[in-house]
């Protein structure tokens, strides 16, 4: 009997946030175009300071979910990424969509991830995950930002 090596990341996540598959979409490898369609200048701000500390950055808006990879995301990085779009999902459970999502729930729930993070790597390690070979599909783009 074979059994496949390959398990889904949701699974472990969405056992540890104690949530179910439902909410908002998750869009992976997004392009900046997202950021740029934003409103609030501190968002867009905190997205690309995001981007420069973690390679990755998360948005939310009232439809779904997006992730911004850069072209240095590991597939570590880009598995972090992902529980960080999870808790963020997690986290919108309450909030009216129908408004725009403040800075202050990102950064509460970045906060958060830094917390977790290290428990889900324990776990998942302790699972026989190994985070460095993570595969996850994207929408192919890569964010880069250039200072002049």
């Not at 074979?2 to 889904?8: H, M, W």
């Not at 909030?95 to 958060?112: C, G, K, P, Y």
Request: with cysteine; glycine share 4%; proline share 3%.
């Amino acid at each position: 009997m074979s059994i496949s090596q390959r398990e889904s990341l949701i699974f472990g996540a969405a056992f540890l946030l104690r949530t179910t598959h439902r909410g908002l979409p998750i869009r992976m490898g997004s392009s900046f175009e997202k950021v740029e369609s934003v409103d609030e200048a501190p968002l867009v701000s905190y997205c690309l300071d995001q981007l420069s500390t973690e390679n990755y950055f998360v948005l939310s808006g009232s439809k779904e979910i997006t992730v911004g990879l850069s072209p240095e995301a590991n597939p570590e990085i880009k598995a972090k990424a992902y529980f960080h779009a999870c808790m963020m999902r997690k986290a919108l459970r309450n909030v009216d969509l129908s408004t725009d999502v403040s800075l202050r729930i990102h950064s509460d729930v970045s906060f958060e991830v830094q917390d977790l993070w290290p428990l889900f790597t324990h776990s998942a390690s302790s699972a026989g995950w190994d985070l460095t070979k993570t595969e996850l599909s994207t929408n192919g783009f890569c964010v880069t930002v250039q200072h002049a």
